[in-house]
Each structure stands twice: as structure tokens, then as C-alpha cells.
């Protein structure tokens, strides 16, 4: 029988949060005795799950109130690497006030490093935020208590492989969602999937870790299709909406910060106000973002952050288009493009069950590698950190001093390229998103955006989202 381990950590927990039993029970029923019973074919349990409080304190890495992406991997770096010896399969679940990220909503979602390592893999980290929560519950700690314990089972749940299901109601009908006495659990085709850990050759698309399968690659005879989330309403958009996508990059190294440009707009003499869910991002299960590689093989972009529905809407209309940006030169676990050649990238979202709007095709040519050659090595080397991935990938934190000379130091030497422009974009980014951390800093943080937003003002390959995004840097600097 399989022994998964869940380290539980508190990051920068508020004492204000109410307490709750930390067997997280749902419904007087232990977290833990839900796997273990829907895991059972009635020669006992294939999951034994254990919670685990022992590292509730550990993190080091938060001084803030709330978390940001950069700051929960750290978190689950700290963990994982903690209890790398453990023989015991293990996640961790991450427990913080409020999420600072793409979904500031979110009750939970599960995420890996952005890099698997030869002590982690796929589908190991897991959040909840508890401020969300208490919104939804008011002061009724039963309530509350109920709910953080519905919701861990819930991203565990993903972290186990289990795919999202609207109906019958369950564990697994993503939020927002009403808890129903007679509908704690997993259905049946869900424990069926769950039993299947305890069968060496089904074991790796069920439990997590080293050998996992990424979250979505299900055991054979398994399909999530047509269960995925549409519990936030599908809004009012009509059959002409427009999907338009570009790459910041056409010729690069598999290593440079490539993002994906995204336009979902109307026809420009369009009078109608088009309302759709806030989920075009590939963390949502509405949103893909499909590859084809230099031999022909296609596969769906794997993001590394997995949301579950996003309450909140987009408003597009003729005059409006809705615009943003998403890096995709890293997938989960490991970088997207890695061989070089030709590659083609679209798009897909999903607006309601019978209504899917596809992008255009977008080329992409990966350059081969040129070790021992100055200029590819020094590129190299300023991109390959951690600490600049993080800060190319999701615009948050600072690298290290000596990883943010190294950066500066290319930028200025093909300040024309479109990886210089990444880098600057970046640290303005990061600029403003340390201001609203640190408020006593501020200024000194908005003058760093403002320097590196002139630097790209002018710059050609600047895109629309981009432009509107430095634009409003410069003009709230004025």
C-alpha cells in the first residue's frame, strides 16, 4: 500500500485566521479516512494518506502578508528538499492568507517547480488560501473548518491525478461550491482511479512524485473530457470573438524568455459588450495552448500552476479587445522548446460547453545550441538561474545581485533583441510589484520600473499588451 505523506506548512499565517482541527475533517470524517476509503476495493485501502504538521513553522522565505508564485515555490522547495530522504512518497500543502498572483480569488491550486530535480517531480505542491475562504464562510468557524478541510481534499485530490467533475457533486466540482452533507467524497469513477496506485504498471499516473505523470496524462482507459470546469457562468459572448496570437520571439535559444502575445477581441464596428470568464491563462482548463515540434509531434502546453475556476469576468467589445501575455518558454518541470527546429504554437479557449474559439498558427524556430561561443555562453549563463527564471517567468522577486548584472549586462550589449526587451519588462514589473510589498521602498522601486520602462518605450518589438502596460508605468510616473 502506497504511503503518501502531506507536510502541512504555514506561510506567514495570520493569527487572525480561526483555528481548525488539523485532521481537516469534512463532515466529522478525518481528511486522510476519505482516500483511504475511496481508495478501497474491499481488500483494503491503496492510499494511506498521512498529514503531517511537523514543518507547519518552517518556512523562512515570507516576511509579507500573502503569498506570490515565486514565494510558494520557495515554500515548497524548502519542504520538499527537507524531507528529500523520506522513503515515503510526499506533497506539501501550503497554507497563506491570500494569493498575490493571476487569480486572486482562488481558494487553492495546486503547482510544481519549475524545474523537476532528482529529489521532486510532477504534482507535489498544493495552497490554500484561508483569507478567500473566511470571505466565503463569514465567522461561522464550523463552516470555515469545513470548508479548508473540502478544499485540501480537493487540491490533494489533484495532486493524486483526479480531474475536475461537475456533477454529481463532489470533492472534485471545482469552486465556487456549496457543501452538501451527502456529497462529501470522491464518485465512483474517481475511486475506481484512486484504486489503481496499488497496480505497479498505473501506480506513476496516480501518485505523485519522481516517476509521476504530469497532471492530465491519465491511466489508460481514463478521459477527463467534458468534466472540466464550467462552473462560473459562461457570460454573454456571441459566436464573434476573434483569437489572435504572437510570439516576442521568432528565432531563439530554447533558454530565452519566449511569451505568448493573446488577443481575444471583435469585429471593430462591433456595438455589443462581449462578458466571458476571467480564464484565459493555460493554468485553467478552458485554455490551451497546443505544440507542434520539429517532427511533427503535437502536445498541449503543461503549465506548472493549475487553477480551478475564476469567479470574476472580462468585458470585450469592438473598442475593448482584452490583451495579455503569458511566458511559455518553461512548462512544468522542464523547458518547453528543448530540441532545436521549427516549431508551430495556436490556441485555444473555451467559452462555454458548445462554443470554443481557435487562434491562428504562429511559427517559432528554436536556434541550436553554440557551446564554447562567447556570446551564447554569456546569454547562457544570464539566463539559466533559477533566480532569472523566476524573475523572466513570473515578474515578482529580484535574482540575486550577480544574476541582475549579468542580465543588465546583456541588455545593454543588443539592447535591440527581444530578450533585452524581456528584461527590461521584467524588472519594471518587478518593480512595481515590490512597491506594493514594500511600501516604505517605494519610491525608490517606482524609480527603477520608471528607468527601465523608458528603456522600452520605443522599442520595435514592444507588443500592444506590452505597450499599454508601459504606457501606464510613464504615465502614472508623470
Keep these: 500500500m502506497p504511503i503518501i505523506t502531506c507536510y502541512i506548512a504555514e506561510a506567514n499565517l495570520e493569527k487572525s485566521i480561526p483555528t481548525f482541527d488539523e485532521n481537516l475533517p469534512v463532515g466529522g470524517v478525518p481528511l486522510a479516512e476519505y482516500f483511504s476509503s475511496a481508495s478501497d476495493d474491499g481488500s483494503g485501502p491503496a492510499i494511506q494518506l498521512n498529514l503531517d504538521w ?66 521532486t517531480g510532477p504534482r507535489q505542491g498544493c495552497a490554500l488560501f484561508l483569507d478567500q475562504i473566511l470571505n466565503l464562510t463569514g465567522p461561522d468557524t464550523d463552516a470555515f473548518s469545513a470548508y479548508v478541510g473540502f478544499y485540501a481534499a480537493h487540491e490533494i485530490g489533484h495532486a493524486f491525478n483526479l480531474w475536475h467533475i461537475d456533477n454529481p457533486v463532489s470533492f472534485m466540482k471545482p469552486p465556487p461550491n456549496t457543501l452538501i452533507k451527502d456529497t462529501y467524497g470522491f464518485v465512483d469513477d474517481q475511486q475506481h482511479y484512486l484504486r489503481a496506485a496499488n497496480d505497479p504498471a498505473s501506480a506513476v499516473y496516480v501518485l505523485p512524485g519522481l516517476s ?88 498541449m502546453y503543461r503549465p ?20 495579455r501575455n503569458i511566458p511559455i518558454f518553461l512548462e512544468s518541470g522542464k523547458y518547453t522548446f528543448g530540441a532545436p527546429g521549427r516549431y508551430e504554437v495556436e490556441t485555444r479557449i473555451q467559452i462555454a460547453p458548445n462554443y470554443s474559439v481557435v487562434s491562428n498558427k504562429v511559427e517559432l524556430e528554436i536556434l541550436k ?40 549586462q546583456f541588455s545593454e550589449a543588443d539592447p535591440d533583441s527581444a530578450t533585452a526587451l524581456g528584461i527590461h519588462y521584467a524588472l ?40 499599454e502596460v508601459v504606457s501606464r508605468m510613464l504615465g502614472n510616473s508623470a
Excluded at 261 to 289: C, K, M, N, W
Excluded at 306 to 318: A, K
Excluded at 378 to 403: D, E, M, N, Y
Design 54 to 119: 511537523s514543518l507547519r513553522d518552517m518556512p523562512t522565505s515570507i516576511n509579507t502578508f500573502g503569498v506570490d508564485d515565486t514565494q510558494l515555490r520557495q515554500v515548497l522547495a524548502q519542504v520538499l528538499g527537507k524531507v528529500s530522504d523520506n522513503s515515503d512518497a510526499h506533497i506539501a500543502l501550503i497554507l497563506a492568507n491570500s494569493y498575490k498572483g493571476d487569480a486572486p480569488s482562488a481558494y487553492g491550486y495546486m503547482f510544481d517547480l519549475d524545474f523537476h530535480t532528482s529529489t
Design 369 to 408: 545550441g553554440r557551446h564554447g561561443d562567447r556570446d551564447y555562453e554569456s546569454l547562457h549563463g544570464a539566463l539559466r538561474s533559477h533566480g532569472a527564471i523566476s524573475l523572466l517567468k513570473h515578474k515578482q522577486r529580484f535574482p540575486h545581485r550577480s544574476v541582475l548584472r549579468l542580465l543588465d
Design 428 to 467: 519594471a514589473k518587478a518593480s512595481i510589484w515590490s512597491a506594493d510589498a514594500d511600501p516604505k521602498e517605494s519610491g525608490r522601486y517606482f524609480d527603477f520600473a520608471l528607468h527601465h520602462a523608458k528603456k522600452i518605450a520605443a522599442h520595435p518589438l514592444l507588443g500592444s499588451h506590452r505597450r
Design 304 to 323: 506548472s500552476t493549475r487553477f480551478c475556476s475564476n469567479p470574476t469576468f472580462i468585458e470585450i467589445s469592438g473598442k475593448k479587445p482584452y490583451r
Design 212 to 299: 509521476a505523470t504530469d497532471f492530465g496524462v491519465l491511466a489508460p482507459g481514463y478521459d477527463a473530457g467534458g468534466t472540466s470546469s464550467y462552473a462560473v457562468p459562461p457570460g454573454n459572448a456571441k459566436k464573434n470573438l476573434k483569437l489572435h496570437i504572437n510570439l516576442t520571439h521568432k528565432r531563439c535559444w530554447h533558454f530565452e524568455p519566449i511569451e505568448i502575445e493573446i488577443e481575444l477581441g471583435v469585429p471593430p464596428t462591433s456595438s455589443a459588450v462581449h462578458r466571458i470568464a476571467q480564464e484565459l491563462d493555460p493554468g485553467y482548463a478552458r485554455f490551451e495552448i497546443w505544440i507542434t515540434g520539429p517532427t511533427g509531434e503535437r502536445h
